[in-house]
């Protein structure tokens, strides 16, 4: 490990809680929380450095949540499953504290990605250590959670910026689908319904995601109306092709909506912006979406460009070793910097997530040189 890659892991262990829960930013009090969908990349990332153990507890902590919302999941599967009408507020929650409970505030709670995502890894965990034990213990949790995604992925929810609830998301079709293959080869009882529900979920990808072969930011339902927002750009998008692999990497859809995120969100010699609308702190460049678009160069073969994303991100940190959300240099709209930062504050750092893509970049470099 280089010096930063060390640090990154030293930062990201020592803000694992003792319940196994990893803490989104220390230092930001809106991100003293824990998501399952940054926790399970802080999660794969620490594991790719050795850290069996650290993994091993966010998965049973990850378990622990969902046995705690059981009834949730079970009433919100049965109203799906009998036709009857369900409220955002009844779908599971997606923002928990440390010890893995829900806040009841007014944050934008249903998002299913991060559950599709928390099903990816654990599957990334177990291809590589046959963790049986593990396995037998979380199954019940493991189970309930693949069937509330069969049962809710055609629900229109919040994307992965906690947006736009009255659309569906790609990005989170990508990491559903995703998790559910994931546990095909250990649920052997749910293989054909997790069979279906892939196949389905590709097939609603193909007819209404896609424009010109390239797949689109969100696609409104019912009275929602398609915008140059809808069918833009956004830089989830990469998930589908890694790590989630909806469509390969070298793929037409790959290529044409990777070229679009390079012309529309990738400042020259710079990061990535979440969209080109954002205003969330002005829309700066995001540090761990600079990791991802170089994630995909690093897998897809392009490794000279994966190598300048990550010695950009490497220039970024503090003198402290630490990487925030974003870099505040080149801003979309600085008309809204001062906005957020009264409401919430200075821009979140360390971000745990900035650091785990950091990880996973600087591994998917040494793999595919």
Same mark, same amino acid.
């Given at each position: ?191 054909? $319904?997790?069979? !279906?529900?892939?196949? @389905?979920?590709? /097939? ?7 424009? #010109?072969? *390239? ?83 690093? $897998?897809?073969? !392009?490794?000279?460009? @994966?190598?300048? /994303? ?7 940190? #503090?003198? *402290? ?49």
């Amino acid at each position: 490990m280089n010096a930063l890659e060390q640090r990154s892991l030293e930062i990201i262990l020592q803000n694992q809680a003792p319940t196994g829960a990893f803490v989104a930013c220390p230092t930001f009090e809106t991100y003293q929380y824990c998501w399952f969908r940054d926790g399970a990349f802080i999660a794969h990332a620490a594991f790719l450095l050795g850290e069996r153990e650290s993994i091993r507890r966010f998965e049973l902590w990850c378990a622990g949540v969902v046995e705690r919302y059981r009834p949730v999941a079970e009433r919100v599967i049965g109203m799906l499953s009998a036709g009857k009408p369900v409220g955002e507020r009844d779908f599971l929650p997606t923002r928990f504290t440390l010890e893995g409970v829900s806040v009841e505030d007014n944050w934008t709670n249903f998002q299913l990605d991060g559950y599709g995502t928390w099903l990816w890894g654990l599957g990334e965990y177990l291809q590589r250590t046959e963790d049986t034990p593990l396995m037998d213990e979380i199954r019940p949790a493991v189970v309930l959670t693949v069937r509330y995604l069969i049962a809710s992925w055609q629900t229109p929810c919040y994307d992965c910026w906690e947006e736009h609830l009255s659309y569906i998301h790609p990005y989170t079709l990508g990491a559903i689908s995703a998790g559910l293959g994931a546990m095909c080869p250990y649920l052997p009882e749910l293989a054909t $319904e997790i069979e !279906q529900a892939i196949q @389905a979920i590709g /097939l609603w990808l193909n007819e209404h995601a896609l424009r #010109d072969e *390239q797949v689109i930011k969100m696609i409104p339902i019912g009275a929602e109306q398609e915008s140059p927002k809808s069918y833009g750009v956004d830089a989830s998008l990469i998930g589908l092709f890694v790590p989630y692999g909806i469509y390969a990497p070298s793929s037409a859809v790959a290529q044409t909506t990777i070229a679009r995120i390079e012309q529309d969100i990738h400042f020259p010699g710079g990061g990535v912006y979440r969209y080109p609308q954002d205003t969330y702190y002005g829309g700066g460049e995001w540090l761990l979406l600079a990791c991802w678009l170089g994630w995909y160069y690093a $897998e897809n073969g !392009q490794h000279e460009k @994966a190598a300048d /994303l990550l010695k950009w991100v490497e220039s970024q940190a #503090d003198t *402290q070793g630490q990487l925030s959300e974003q870099v505040l240099d080149h801003l979309l709209d600085p008309d809204y910097l001062e906005e957020w930062e009264q409401r919430w504050g200075k821009n979140a750092s360390p971000l745990l997530w900035s650091h785990a893509m950091l990880i996973i970049l600087t591994e998917a470099l040494k793999k595919n040189s």
